[in-house]
């Protein structure tokens, strides 16, 4: 992962640029600390500002519905009723089953269930007329009942011949040929809904914060030049114990220019998420010191040189955010950090 950023520090002072005068830090040099005086060194006061960076992030176009098409039942392919690639309806035939052996259990059920009706019809009225007892009555109701749901399952087996599209969309390449024979669970072919599409991506948990439902993210694709951008509508209530990643997804509707069909499902998108931090300290990334303490600078109190550990918070290539141990106002240098030793005699040359 990678944060890019556009920064504007509110870092306060004045005076020329950050050359260091000559001599400084030579033995006996002008700069130097002893006896011509503190060390003359570039340095800069902290101030609060608004940043704006961005965390650049991999992610995966989708569709916005994907479905495997799988057979329920075993059987032998009679119909197909589609072409690989092209679009189907909601509702429209893709493969259809040998059907004549459950068709006739169907019909067997259906004629068992109109007996039963009929039966159960005769038994009501000779019960009204009291020719039969109520448990007699009972017995032909159960009969109907138990025929009726043969019927429904022998109807439900059959219906399972007709494998169609679930949603319309645009078929996968077919993985079934006619006269073949498909057994229950074998892949037939991928419907997808290609109306519009969706990135998801993964946010480390310690930028969780910036990520909202509406938030505008832009990304890239393989083949395209340009950004695009997509919006946030769905964010994991959850993290990630494994990877302590925050699972994401954005929408976005299909470029008009896309004729050649570069935005596609499972193409990899490099995603960038704004980033906003407003009245935050903004630290130099040259002026941290790197330590088994964590983040530190040399900061000047005193007309003295002291070390000041802080929190270290965002991180973009140009700066770092201070999130606690420093304070708007603190002067921190910049340059020549080999030389200084706490407790050593510097005066900050403030550069802008």
């Given at each position: 992962m990678l944060l890019v950023a556009g920064l504007s520090f509110g870092f306060v002072g004045c005076g020329g640029g950050d050359k260091t005068a000559p001599g400084a830090g030579a033995p006996g040099g002008a700069g130097a600390a002893g006896a011509m005086g503190p060390a003359k060194l570039p340095a800069i006061v902290l101030g609060a500002s608004t940043?704006?960076?961005?965390?650049?992030?991999?992610g995966t176009v989708l569709a916005e519905q994907d479905v495997q098409v799988r057979a329920e039942i075993s059987g032998k392919v009679t119909q197909i009723g589609f072409r690989e690639g092209e679009p189907v309806k909601a509702g429209q035939l893709l493969v259809g089953l040998d059907e004549s052996e459950l068709k006739a259990l169907w019909q067997s059920a259906d004629a068992a269930l109109s007996l039963?009706?009929?039966?159960?019809?005769?038994?009501?009225?000779?019960?009204?007329?009291?020719?039969?007892s109520r448990n007699e009555y009972e017995e032909a109701e159960a009969a109907?009942?138990?025929?009726?749901?043969?019927?429904?399952?022998?109807?439900?087996?059959?219906?399972?011949?007709?494998i169609v599209a679930p949603f319309a969309g645009a078929a996968g390449l077919r993985a079934v040929d006619q006269g073949g024979m498909l057994q229950a669970g074998a892949p037939i072919t991928t419907v997808q809904d290609l109306r519009s599409f969706r990135v998801?991506?993964?946010v480390p948990e310690n930028q969780a914060s910036f990520v909202r439902q509406g938030l505008r993210v832009r990304f890239t694709v393989a083949g395209r030049d340009d950004t695009l951008s997509a919006t946030v509508f769905a964010?994991?209530?959850?993290?990630?114990?494994?990877?302590?990643l925050l699972r994401v997804r954005a929408r976005t509707a299909p470029p008009r220019n896309d004729a050649r069909g570069v935005l596609r499902p499972g193409a990899y998108a490099r995603v960038e998420l704004p980033l906003s931090q407003a009245n935050?300290?903004?630290?130099?990334?040259?002026a941290v010191v790197g330590s088994a303490r964590g983040?530190?600078?040399?900061?000047?109190?005193?007309?003295?040189?002291?070390?000041?550990i802080f929190q270290a918070g965002t991180r973009t290539p140009e700066s770092v955010e201070a999130v606690k141990g420093l304070a708007a106002g603190d002067t921190i240098l910049i340059s020549g950090l080999m030389q200084v030793k706490p407790a050593m005699p510097v005066q900050p040359r403030l550069v802008r």
């Open positions: 940043a704006k960076s961005a965390l650049v992030i991999p039963a009706k009929s039966r159960e019809r005769r038994a009501k009225e000779d019960f009204q007329s009291q020719a039969v109907l009942s138990t025929a009726a749901a043969a019927a429904a399952l022998a109807k439900a087996r059959l219906d399972k011949c007709r998801e991506f993964s964010v994991d209530p959850g993290v990630d114990p494994g990877t302590r935050a300290l903004w630290v130099p990334a040259q983040a530190q600078v040399w900061r000047i109190r005193g007309g003295v040189a002291e070390l000041a």
